[in-house]
């Protein structure tokens, strides 16, 4: 994974000299959010995980945002929200909505109403839908997505920071066996 956040890296400056992008190079050109230290990826991941329950691309746009004001990794920011895709958004709201209904006192009510088709549909008409029916679900789903996204933020950030300190220790064990020291 590093190998392929320092390419990812590496890759910005190609990036920020291509024609369109220019204007962006003072915002995205920041060593601090690309920096690869464990407190920064840990805390990109957290960040993508957290904004990766938003439908549609606003999550990476705001993973991106937020990466930028916070100053974390924002590749892994961009990289952890890949978890929420059109197969796996609606199992993920229903577990939201389901949680939501749990703490809020009411585990009896039963299902979620369907959500839009985007057949026949134009994106601008599906996405209004589509808003009309997250609201309709109200403060259940609200409060399940909010939930949702703290606990993945957590478990992400200490499984990034757990994960990297084993690779270190294993790392700084099989050097100490190459030298030949006990």
Known sequence: MRKFLRR????RHQ??????????????????CWSLNRRKVARGVALGLCTGLLPGPPKRLSALVL???????VPAALLATLYSNPLT????????????????????????SQPPAWEEQSGWQWAGQMLDWL??????????????GLLLSILG?????LSWRC????????????????
């Open 8 to 11: 990812a890296s590496d890759y």
């Open 157 to 161: 950030y200490v499984a990034v920071m």
């Open 135 to 148: 609201l309709a679900l109200g403060w259940p789903l609200l409060l399940g997505l909010l939930v949702l």
């Open 15 to 32: 990036l920020l000299h291509r024609p369109g992008l220019g204007w962006l190079g003072n915002w995205l050109d920041q060593p601090a």
């Open 67 to 73: 990466g930028l004001l916070l100053r974390v990794n």
């Open 89 to 112: 958004i609606l199992p993920i709201y229903f577990l939201a909505y389901s949680c939501g209904l749990l703490l809020l006192g009411d585990p009896a009510a039963g299902t979620m």
């Open 167 to 182: 690779a270190v220790a294993r790392n700084w064990k099989n050097r100490k066996a190459a030298r030949g020291s006990c």
